[in-house]
């Protein structure tokens, strides 16, 4: 295990080095995973310790707990930057406040829902976040019109491109 810390991530020593474990044996995924959930357990909802185990169990395949740590690290923001809960007055406000931080972060983490409900068969609400964030997000960061037009196109599109090969 690695004693490093990183000075730019807000998190204390002890759960930067549980972190750093869960890197170290990647390979090993029952173990990495278990270094994963003491940091998230010891972190007390840190935003930036629910991003890493988003990240984590997203490359870990483990959509489950991936959507479980982008709701949470959605939750904490709604909680600390007094978000509504409303979507016709959240919508207002996250496009109003967009280009801020922390407000970058919950539309990543709800594209990234929605990404992972799409994964999970939730089409229908995957699509509702995908339109709801495609509408804030006029300079296509948050990756709302690409999942948008994952979900509705037809598989059908693809295979009119092939009959031009004939």
Not at 86 to 115: F, I, K, N
């Amino acid at each position: 295990m690695t004693s490093a810390t990183v000075s730019w991530f807000n998190a204390s020593a002890d759960v930067q080095s549980l972190l750093m474990a869960a890197a170290d044996c990647w390979q090993d995924t029952a173990k990495s995973q278990q270094y994963m959930e003491q940091a998230i357990a010891q972190s007390m909802n840190n935003p930036d310790v629910l991003i890493a185990a988003y990240r984590y169990f997203f490359y870990k395949s483990n959509s489950e707990m991936a959507l479980w740590a982008a709701e949470k690290t959605m939750e904490h923001i709604r909680q600390v930057e007094a978000l509504p809960e409303a979507w016709d007055a959240l919508q207002s406000v996250l496009t109003v406040r967009q280009s801020e931080p922390m407000v970058r972060v919950y539309l990543h983490a709800y594209a990234a829902s929605g990404l992972l409900l799409a994964k999970m068969g939730n089409v229908e609400a995957a699509l509702t976040i995908a339109t709801r964030v495609k509408a804030i997000d006029e300079q296509q960061e948050f990756s709302g019109d690409l999942l948008h037009q994952i979900l509705t196109t037809s598989p059908d599109d693809d295979d009119d491109d092939d009959d031009d090969d004939d």
